[in-house]
């Protein structure tokens, strides 16, 4: 059974279009992540969730709004895609905010904006 | 700027041999964690240390830092092909930064049978 699951996997799509990425986790994790890797595999946070609160939200521009309807779901939406925006996103969850916590992380979502 | 960065950028050995790889980092840290990832794959979990302690070990897997130079090392031994992945440290930045991972751009290690 996949710990952290990310839907869709691949998607291409044109500049100005509104997209979501959707992530659930079985683990009964508390905390959720979105990580962005761009195309140096640099990996840099943008936001994390504990219990649907928001704690952490990096510098990421207002286009992209994360949305977590519970503590298994954490969803990024993003409007008016940018090519800059292609990345790979990842979704991560852990059990409490520690950084001694290890962090699942979902197989990825490769965004492709043209 | 990046809280991790690893060194070398990529590495070539064959099967067998031990791959080392390093990791610098510019502020305090609570904990620095070790991941993997294979190409075209999530990242996943090899090994945590703590700020208080100076080596681990997990199987084939050794992991030192050193604090004084803040820095962090993890040593593959007897490498097989299946180790072929990219290694990235992740630190905490501190305690102002829980929960909040800084990832570098890792090392890509290649081992060739």
């Known amino acids: 059974d996949t710990a952290v699951s990310q839907t869709p996997k691949y998607l291409v799509t044109q500049m100005g279009n509104d997209k979501s990425i959707k992530c659930e986790q079985n683990?009964?994790?508390?905390?959720m992540y979105w990580y962005k890797q761009d195309s140096k595999k640099f990996l840099k946070i943008m936001f994390s969730y504990n219990n649907k609160e928001l704690i952490i939200n990096e510098t990421v521009p207002n286009r992209f709004s994360p949305k977590s309807p519970d503590k298994a779901h954490l969803n990024l939406h993003i409007n008016s895609l940018e090519l800059g925006d292609s990345a790979v996103y990842f979704c991560a969850s852990s059990q409490g905010r520690s950084s001694g916590n290890t962090i699942y992380f979902g197989e990825g979502s490769w965004l492709t904006v043209v | 700027s990046q809280q991790g960065e690893e060194d070398p950028q990529a590495l070539s050995i064959q099967e067998g041999e031990n791959a080392t790889m390093n990791c610098s980092y510019k502020?305090?840290?609570?904990?620095l964690q070790w991941y993997r990832q294979n190409s075209g794959r999530g990242l996943v979990h090899l090994i945590l240390i703590r700020s208080n302690e100076r080596e681990k070990h997990s199987g084939r897997l050794r992991v030192t830092l050193d604090t004084s130079k803040k820095s962090s090392s993890l040593l593959i031994t007897a490498s097989r092909a299946a180790d072929t992945a990219s290694y990235f440290c992740a630190t905490d930045g501190g305690t102002d930064s829980w929960g909040k991972f800084q990832f570098g751009a890792g090392t890509q290690v290649v081992v060739t049978p």
């Open positions: 683990l009964g994790h508390d905390t």
């Open positions: 502020t305090s840290i609570n904990n």
